[in-house]
Antibody
Framework: QLVLQESGPGLVRPSETLSLTCTVSGDSINTGSYYWAWLRQPPGKGLEWIGSIYYTGTTSYTGSLRSRLTISRDTSKNQIALRLNSVTAADTAVYYC?????????????WGQGTTVIVSS | EVVLTQSPGTLSLSPGERATLSCRASQSLSSASLAWYQHKPGQAPRLVISSASSRATGIPDRFSGSGSGTDFTLTISRLEPEDFAVYYCQHYDSSPPRWTFGQGTKVEIK
């Protein structure tokens, strides 16, 4: 059974770097032609895909965050990492790690439980 | 870039009633690329429908999806108490890979 678990600090100061980790159990992140994605939901707003990494290591990012966002992987730990630089209050959100299924035309069928990040001094 | 517009923003209904949620795309989409999710507070989103009309694993048959081109619909035939939630439509584009969500429709108890 595939399980995704997000972790990271719940509070980040403005202008600093947000770092989150998604630990994957039940499958290897560098096999199977899968994407691994990060999404977020700011308070009172909808879901937003922010970026993803393919099993080959190729990344893609939403345009509004491309200059500040880096998604990477650690295959030895079976983890996907997110780094978001120069955060502001607008980056306050619940952050989700998710895996879209190629069998479902890349709909997200597996999600982590989410981790809340607050940007505040 | 595709923009998905969902309507209505809020749907106030009673248990047992029929819910009809709309998702309109700014350009014609492949039906295969359209999915619907249910999202409850404090929980991860749950895939309800993929490829516009295919129910996800474990989703009851009171949920159905339809549509093509620019207009897609999620229908809940008879609302159960556990169905009250926010529903999002989502589109996948492969070149480059990116996922776009609508702004959501809240189905609330009347």
């Amino acid at each position: 059974q595939l399980v995704l678990q997000e972790s990271g600090p719940g509070l980040v100061r403005p202008s600093e770097t947000l770092s989150l980790t998604c630990t994957v159990s039940g499958d290897s992140i560098n096999t199977g032609s899968y994407y691994w994605a990060w999404l977020r939901q700011p308070p009172g707003k909808g879901l937003e895909w922010i970026g993803s990494i393919y099993y080959t290591g190729t990344t893609s990012y939403t345009g509004s965050l491309r200059s500040r966002l880096t998604i990477s992987r650690d295959t030895s730990k079976n983890q996907i990492a997110l780094r978001l630089n120069s955060v502001t209050a607008a980056d306050t959100a619940v952050y989700y790690c998710a895996r879209p299924s190629s069998y479902l035309f890349y709909a997200f069928d597996i999600w982590g439980q989410g981790t809340t990040v607050i940007v505040s001094s | 870039e595709v923009v998905l517009t969902q309507s209505p923003g809020t749907l106030s209904l009673s248990p047992g009633e029929r819910a009809t949620l709309s998702c309109r795309a700014s350009q014609s989409l492949s039906s295969a690329s359209l999915a619907w999710y249910q999202h409850k507070p404090g929980q991860a989103p749950r895939l309800v429908i993929s490829s516009a009309s295919s129910r996800a694993t474990g989703i009851p048959d009171r949920f159905s999806g339809s549509g093509s081109g620019t207009d897609f619909t999620l229908t809940i035939s008879r609302l159960e108490p556990e169905d009250f939630a926010v529903y999002y439509c989502q589109h996948y584009d492969s070149s480059p890979p990116r996922w776009t969500f609508g702004q959501g429709t809240k189905v609330e108890i009347k």
